[in-house]
Protein backbone atom coordinates (compact mmCIF):
# COMPACT_ATOMS: atom_id res chain seq x y z
CA UNK A 1 0.00 0.00 0.00
CA UNK A 2 1.52 3.58 -1.41
CA UNK A 3 0.21 6.32 0.03
CA UNK A 4 0.72 9.69 -0.50
CA UNK A 5 0.13 12.04 2.07
CA UNK A 6 -0.12 15.62 0.44
CA UNK A 7 -1.66 16.18 -2.49
CA UNK A 8 -4.25 19.18 -3.98
CA UNK A 9 -6.29 18.65 -7.11
CA UNK A 10 -6.56 21.83 -7.67
CA UNK A 11 -9.33 24.29 -8.95
CA UNK A 12 -8.40 27.38 -12.06
CA UNK A 13 -8.54 29.69 -8.66
CA UNK A 14 -5.63 28.23 -7.09
CA UNK A 15 -3.41 27.49 -9.99
CA UNK A 16 -3.69 30.74 -11.69
CA UNK A 17 -3.20 33.03 -8.37
CA UNK A 18 -0.74 35.66 -8.71
CA UNK A 19 1.14 33.94 -5.70
CA UNK A 20 2.43 30.79 -7.67
CA UNK A 21 3.89 33.04 -10.16
CA UNK A 22 7.24 31.54 -8.85
CA UNK A 23 6.24 28.06 -9.16
CA UNK A 24 4.81 28.30 -12.59
CA UNK A 25 8.15 29.54 -13.41
CA UNK A 26 9.86 26.99 -12.16
CA UNK A 27 7.85 24.65 -13.83
CA UNK A 28 8.67 26.31 -16.77
CA UNK A 29 4.74 27.48 -17.59
CA UNK A 30 2.49 30.90 -17.97
CA UNK A 31 -0.04 29.10 -16.72
CA UNK A 32 -1.20 25.78 -15.26
CA UNK A 33 -4.12 24.61 -17.04
CA UNK A 34 -7.30 22.72 -15.46
CA UNK A 35 -6.64 19.32 -14.27
CA UNK A 36 -9.05 16.75 -14.77
CA UNK A 37 -9.74 14.59 -12.43
CA UNK A 38 -8.62 11.39 -14.76
CA UNK A 39 -4.72 13.55 -14.74
CA UNK A 40 -4.61 13.41 -10.99
CA UNK A 41 -5.27 9.50 -10.90
CA UNK A 42 -3.36 9.02 -13.39
CA UNK A 43 -0.47 10.55 -12.08
CA UNK A 44 -0.92 8.67 -9.12
CA UNK A 45 -0.94 5.00 -11.33
CA UNK A 46 2.43 5.87 -12.55
CA UNK A 47 3.87 6.25 -9.68
CA UNK A 48 2.12 3.14 -7.66
CA UNK A 49 0.60 5.39 -5.49
CA UNK A 50 -2.78 3.51 -4.21
CA UNK A 51 -4.58 6.35 -2.06
CA UNK A 52 -3.78 10.17 -1.54
CA UNK A 53 -4.95 12.39 0.52
CA UNK A 54 -5.77 15.37 -0.92
CA UNK A 55 -6.90 18.92 0.63
CA UNK A 56 -8.65 22.12 0.87
CA UNK A 57 -7.32 25.70 0.74
CA UNK A 58 -8.66 28.59 2.67
CA UNK A 59 -7.19 31.92 3.37
CA UNK A 60 -7.89 35.03 3.41
CA UNK A 61 -9.30 35.92 0.46
CA UNK A 62 -11.66 32.74 0.82
CA UNK A 63 -11.09 29.16 -0.18
CA UNK A 64 -9.09 28.47 -3.53
CA UNK A 65 -10.14 24.95 -3.13
CA UNK A 66 -13.05 24.24 -0.86
CA UNK A 67 -13.98 21.69 1.27
CA UNK A 68 -17.49 20.59 -0.70
CA UNK A 69 -15.05 20.74 -3.87
CA UNK A 70 -12.73 18.00 -2.31
CA UNK A 71 -15.43 16.24 -1.16
CA UNK A 72 -17.19 16.29 -4.81
CA UNK A 73 -13.48 15.48 -6.26
CA UNK A 74 -13.19 12.34 -3.39
CA UNK A 75 -16.84 11.28 -4.60
CA UNK A 76 -15.61 10.58 -8.04
CA UNK A 77 -12.15 8.86 -7.55
CA UNK A 78 -13.81 5.30 -6.81
CA UNK A 79 -12.14 5.51 -3.31
CA UNK A 80 -8.52 6.73 -4.73
CA UNK A 81 -8.61 9.97 -2.81
CA UNK A 82 -9.43 10.50 0.98
CA UNK A 83 -9.95 14.26 2.13
CA UNK A 84 -8.53 16.97 4.18
CA UNK A 85 -10.26 19.85 5.09
CA UNK A 86 -9.67 23.88 5.88
CA UNK A 87 -10.95 26.69 7.46
CA UNK A 88 -10.89 30.32 7.64
CA UNK A 89 -9.07 30.85 11.07
CA UNK A 90 -10.16 34.47 11.71
CA UNK A 91 -13.85 33.13 12.41
CA UNK A 92 -13.22 30.42 15.30
CA UNK A 93 -17.04 29.39 15.90
CA UNK A 94 -17.46 29.26 12.51
CA UNK A 95 -13.94 27.41 11.76
CA UNK A 96 -15.04 24.79 14.67
CA UNK A 97 -18.52 24.05 13.34
CA UNK A 98 -16.74 23.62 9.98
CA UNK A 99 -14.19 21.17 10.98
CA UNK A 100 -17.12 18.65 13.39
CA UNK A 101 -18.33 18.96 9.33
CA UNK A 102 -16.07 17.99 7.48
CA UNK A 103 -15.04 14.77 9.85
CA UNK A 104 -18.60 14.12 10.83
CA UNK A 105 -20.47 14.34 7.43
CA UNK A 106 -17.98 15.10 4.23
CA UNK A 107 -15.61 12.31 6.11
CA UNK A 108 -12.43 13.84 5.84
CA UNK A 109 -9.57 12.42 8.00
CA UNK A 110 -7.30 16.07 9.18
CA UNK A 111 -7.35 19.47 8.79
CA UNK A 112 -5.04 21.20 7.62
CA UNK A 113 -3.93 24.88 7.74
CA UNK A 114 -0.73 27.08 5.90
CA UNK A 115 1.07 29.33 8.05
CA UNK A 116 2.56 31.10 5.61
CA UNK A 117 -1.04 31.77 3.61
CA UNK A 118 -2.35 33.54 6.64
CA UNK A 119 1.16 34.88 7.29
CA UNK A 120 0.61 33.93 11.44
CA UNK A 121 2.66 31.48 12.55
CA UNK A 122 0.67 28.17 14.00
CA UNK A 123 0.99 29.40 17.63
CA UNK A 124 -1.20 32.29 17.17
CA UNK A 125 -4.49 32.17 19.07
CA UNK A 126 -6.61 32.15 16.28
CA UNK A 127 -5.62 28.44 15.36
CA UNK A 128 -6.27 27.47 18.78
CA UNK A 129 -9.98 26.67 18.87
CA UNK A 130 -8.69 24.52 14.95
CA UNK A 131 -6.58 22.41 17.92
CA UNK A 132 -9.08 21.87 20.33
CA UNK A 133 -11.65 20.50 17.65
CA UNK A 134 -9.11 18.21 16.10
CA UNK A 135 -8.51 17.13 19.17
CA UNK A 136 -11.72 16.41 20.64
CA UNK A 137 -12.15 14.64 17.22
CA UNK A 138 -9.70 12.80 17.16
CA UNK A 139 -8.13 13.94 13.88
CA UNK A 140 -4.35 15.29 12.99
CA UNK A 141 -3.37 19.02 12.14
CA UNK A 142 -1.53 19.38 8.99
CA UNK A 143 0.39 22.59 8.16
CA UNK A 144 3.32 23.35 6.08
CA UNK A 145 6.96 24.00 7.91
CA UNK A 146 10.08 25.51 6.14
CA UNK A 147 10.16 28.56 3.70
CA UNK A 148 7.96 29.17 0.93
CA UNK A 149 7.90 28.43 -2.58
CA UNK A 150 4.91 30.81 -3.43
CA UNK A 151 5.85 34.73 -3.21
CA UNK A 152 4.69 34.55 0.41
CA UNK A 153 6.96 35.23 3.82
CA UNK A 154 9.07 32.58 5.14
CA UNK A 155 8.92 33.45 9.04
CA UNK A 156 5.83 31.65 9.87
CA UNK A 157 7.10 28.20 8.71
CA UNK A 158 10.34 28.15 11.25
CA UNK A 159 9.56 24.90 13.12
CA UNK A 160 11.33 26.55 16.61
CA UNK A 161 9.80 28.36 18.58
CA UNK A 162 6.22 28.46 16.87
CA UNK A 163 5.37 24.60 16.45
CA UNK A 164 7.31 23.66 19.57
CA UNK A 165 4.70 26.07 21.27
CA UNK A 166 1.78 23.93 20.03
CA UNK A 167 3.13 20.82 20.23
CA UNK A 168 3.91 21.72 24.05
CA UNK A 169 0.08 23.51 24.68
CA UNK A 170 -1.54 20.32 22.77
CA UNK A 171 -0.10 17.09 23.46
CA UNK A 172 -2.80 15.28 22.42
CA UNK A 173 -2.80 16.91 19.47
CA UNK A 174 -1.47 14.75 16.19
CA UNK A 175 0.62 17.43 14.01
CA UNK A 176 2.34 16.76 10.45
CA UNK A 177 4.52 19.19 9.14
CA UNK A 178 4.76 18.39 5.65
CA UNK A 179 7.22 19.90 3.07
CA UNK A 180 10.40 18.70 5.26
CA UNK A 181 10.70 22.24 6.98
CA UNK A 182 14.05 22.99 4.85
CA UNK A 183 15.98 24.89 5.79
CA UNK A 184 15.16 24.51 9.30
CA UNK A 185 14.84 20.77 8.70
CA UNK A 186 17.01 19.66 11.76
CA UNK A 187 14.66 21.74 13.79
CA UNK A 188 11.38 20.01 12.46
CA UNK A 189 13.60 16.56 13.13
CA UNK A 190 14.34 17.89 16.51
CA UNK A 191 10.16 18.60 16.99
CA UNK A 192 9.30 15.02 15.72
CA UNK A 193 12.16 13.26 18.13
CA UNK A 194 10.68 15.77 21.42
CA UNK A 195 7.09 14.79 20.68
CA UNK A 196 5.58 11.37 20.06
CA UNK A 197 2.92 12.85 17.81
CA UNK A 198 4.50 14.98 16.03
CA UNK A 199 5.56 13.76 12.08
CA UNK A 200 7.14 14.79 9.15
CA UNK A 201 5.86 14.73 5.36
CA UNK A 202 8.47 14.76 2.12
CA UNK A 203 5.96 16.78 -0.08
CA UNK A 204 7.15 19.49 -2.32
CA UNK A 205 10.34 18.05 -2.41
CA UNK A 206 12.44 14.60 -4.52
CA UNK A 207 13.67 12.15 -2.73
CA UNK A 208 17.23 13.92 -4.54
CA UNK A 209 16.81 16.71 -2.65
CA UNK A 210 16.10 15.31 0.81
CA UNK A 211 18.59 16.62 3.46
CA UNK A 212 20.86 14.19 4.61
CA UNK A 213 19.96 14.83 8.19
CA UNK A 214 16.21 13.69 7.04
CA UNK A 215 17.77 10.95 5.04
CA UNK A 216 19.57 9.84 8.55
CA UNK A 217 16.67 10.10 10.98
CA UNK A 218 14.70 7.96 8.37
CA UNK A 219 17.20 4.89 8.38
CA UNK A 220 17.36 4.98 12.17
CA UNK A 221 15.02 6.61 14.95
CA UNK A 222 12.86 8.25 13.12
CA UNK A 223 11.57 5.34 10.56
CA UNK A 224 8.06 5.57 11.88
CA UNK A 225 7.94 9.36 11.92
CA UNK A 226 8.36 10.12 8.59
CA UNK A 227 5.75 10.21 5.79
CA UNK A 228 5.91 10.37 1.78
CA UNK A 229 3.82 13.48 -0.03
CA UNK A 230 4.68 14.66 -2.91
CA UNK A 231 2.40 17.75 -3.44
CA UNK A 232 0.90 17.19 -6.86
CA UNK A 233 0.26 18.78 -8.97
CA UNK A 234 3.25 20.98 -8.69
CA UNK A 235 5.67 17.41 -8.10
CA UNK A 236 4.53 14.51 -10.07
CA UNK A 237 4.54 11.60 -7.75
CA UNK A 238 6.60 9.21 -9.80
CA UNK A 239 9.20 12.87 -10.01
CA UNK A 240 9.18 12.34 -5.97
CA UNK A 241 10.23 8.96 -5.60
CA UNK A 242 12.39 8.35 -8.68
CA UNK A 243 15.42 7.99 -6.25
CA UNK A 244 14.21 6.26 -3.55
CA UNK A 245 16.59 3.58 -3.89
CA UNK A 246 19.85 5.94 -3.57
CA UNK A 247 18.43 6.71 -0.11
CA UNK A 248 19.55 3.32 1.34
CA UNK A 249 15.94 2.55 3.31
CA UNK A 250 15.72 -0.78 4.41
CA UNK A 251 12.46 -2.74 3.28
CA UNK A 252 11.06 -1.88 6.82
CA UNK A 253 12.07 1.70 6.57
CA UNK A 254 10.62 1.85 2.73
CA UNK A 255 7.07 -0.24 3.55
CA UNK A 256 6.71 2.59 7.07
CA UNK A 257 7.69 5.64 4.46
CA UNK A 258 5.96 5.24 1.83
CA UNK A 259 2.31 4.02 3.46
CA UNK A 260 2.33 2.21 6.77
CA UNK A 261 2.90 5.08 8.62
CA UNK A 262 0.62 7.51 6.68
CA UNK A 263 -2.16 4.71 7.59
CA UNK A 264 -1.28 4.59 11.14
CA UNK A 265 -1.22 8.46 11.54
CA UNK A 266 -4.52 9.24 9.76
CA UNK A 267 -6.41 6.08 11.07
CA UNK A 268 -6.75 5.13 7.28
CA UNK A 269 -8.70 1.22 6.30
CA UNK A 270 -5.76 -0.08 4.03
CA UNK A 271 -7.56 -3.65 4.12
CA UNK A 272 -8.47 -3.00 0.46
Known sequence: MRIDAWIQHPTRRLAQHEMFASLRRW?????IPEIPLALTIGAMDAAGIDTALTCAWYGPEGSLISNDEVAETVSGADGRLIGVGSVDIRRPMQAVHEIRRCV???????????P????????????YPVYV????LGVPFCLQVGHTGPMMPSEPGRPIPYLDRVALDF??????????GYPWTEEMIALATKYPNVYIDTSAYKCRRYPEALIRYMR???KKKVLFGSNFPMIQPADALRDIEALGLSEECTRLFLGENAARVFGLNTAN
Do not use: K, M, Q
Request: hydrophobic share 45%.
Open 171 to 180: PDLTIVGGHI
Open 104 to 114: NELGFVAIRVL
Open 220 to 222: AHG
Open 116 to 127: WLWDRPPSDRLY
Open 133 to 136: ACCE
Open 27 to 31: LGVDA
